[in-house]
C-alpha cells in the first residue's frame, strides 16, 4: 500500500522565518507531487505542483523533490502569519489514475506574530 | 472567488432524510471528485466522473448516490446516512491529461454535513 508520511506537527516558526515542510513517499513509481494548503474549517487549496528533480519557486514558495530519497520539501520564505494552515502533500503515480492520488495526513504550520 | 462552488455549505439531517448536496463548475473540466474530509484527516476519495460517466466508485456505501446530469453539476444524494458520515464532504474538478487525470484538484469549498 502507498504511504505518504508527514511528520503532523504541530510546527511553529516566527514571522519573517523559513518554515521547511517534508514529506516522504514510499511508491517508487510516482511521478507527480502536489502541495495544498488548508486553513482550518475550509477546502484543500493547490500551492504547487512538481514533476522533476529539484527546485521550483513561486513567490515565495519552494517546493523541492528528490526522487532517489523519495522526498519532497515545501519551503515557505518570509513566513506571515496567513501563512498558518495545513499543509498537504499528495503524490501520483505514473497511471494518472484519480485512484492513485495519495495524500499524506498533513502537517500544521503556526506562524507566530 | 472558488470557481467551483457547493450547495448548501452546511447540512444537518436526521438518519431517515433524504437530502442533496450541489456542485458547480465553469472551468471547462471534464473530471468532477467527491471527496469526503473527516476532521484532521486527508481527503478521501469516493467517486470520480469523468465526462459525465462514473469512472471510479471507491466502494462507497449505496446510502450515497452520486449523479453528473451535465459536465458543469454534480451531485451527491444521500438517504438513510449514520452520524459516522458526518463529515466535510469536498468537490473538485481538475482537467484530464493525455496519461490520465492529473493531481491539480480545484476543490470546492464544501458541503459540512451533520447527521443526527
Known amino acids: 500500500q502507498k504511504e505518504v508520511e508527514q511528520n503532523s506537527g504541530p510546527l511553529s516558526v516566527p514571522e519573517g522565518a523559513i518554515a521547511s515542510l517534508n514529506c516522504t513517499y514510499s511508491?517508487?513509481?510516482?511521478?507527480?507531487f502536489f502541495w495544498y494548503r488548508q486553513y482550518s474549517g475550509k477546502s484543500p487549496e493547490l500551492i504547487m505542483s512538481?514533476?522533476?528533480?529539484g527546485d521550483k519557486e513561486d513567490g515565495r514558495f519552494t517546493a523541492q523533490l528528490n526522487k532517489a530519497s523519495q522526498y519532497v520539501s515545501l519551503l515557505i520564505r518570509d513566513s506571515q502569519p496567513s501563512d498558518s494552515a495545513t499543509y498537504l502533500c499528495a503524490v501520483n503515480d505514473l497511471s494518472g489514475s484519480a485512484r492513485q492520488l495519495t495524500f499524506g495526513s498533513g502537517t500544521q504550520l503556526t506562524v507566530l506574530p | 472567488d472558488t470557481e467551483v462552488t457547493q450547495t448548501p455549505k452546511h447540512l444537518v439531517m436526521g438518519m431517515t432524510n433524504k437530502k442533496s448536496l450541489k456542485c458547480e463548475q465553469h472551468?471547462?473540466?471534464?473530471?468532477m471528485y467527491w471527496y469526503k474530509q473527516k476532521a484532521k484527516k486527508p481527503p478521501e476519495l469516493m467517486f470520480v466522473?469523468?465526462?459525465?460517466?462514473?469512472?471510479i466508485n471507491e466502494s462507497v456505501p449505496s446510502r450515497f448516490s452520486p449523479e453528473c446530469p451535465n459536465s458543469s453539476l454534480l451531485n451527491l444524494h444521500l438517504h438513510a446516512l449514520q452520524p459516522e458520515d458526518s463529515a466535510l464532504y469536498l468537490c473538485?474538478?481538475?482537467?484530464?491529461?493525455?496519461?490520465?487525470?492529473?493531481?491539480?484538484?480545484?476543490f470546492g469549498e464544501g458541503s459540512r454535513l451533520t447527521v443526527l
Open positions: 473538485a474538478s481538475s482537467q484530464e491529461s493525455v496519461g490520465g487525470y492529473t493531481g491539480e484538484l480545484f
Open positions: 466522473y469523468s465526462y459525465e460517466k462514473l469512472s
Open positions: 511508491d517508487r513509481g510516482s511521478q507527480s
Open positions: 512538481i514533476y522533476s528533480n
Open positions: 472551468m471547462g473540466h471534464r473530471a
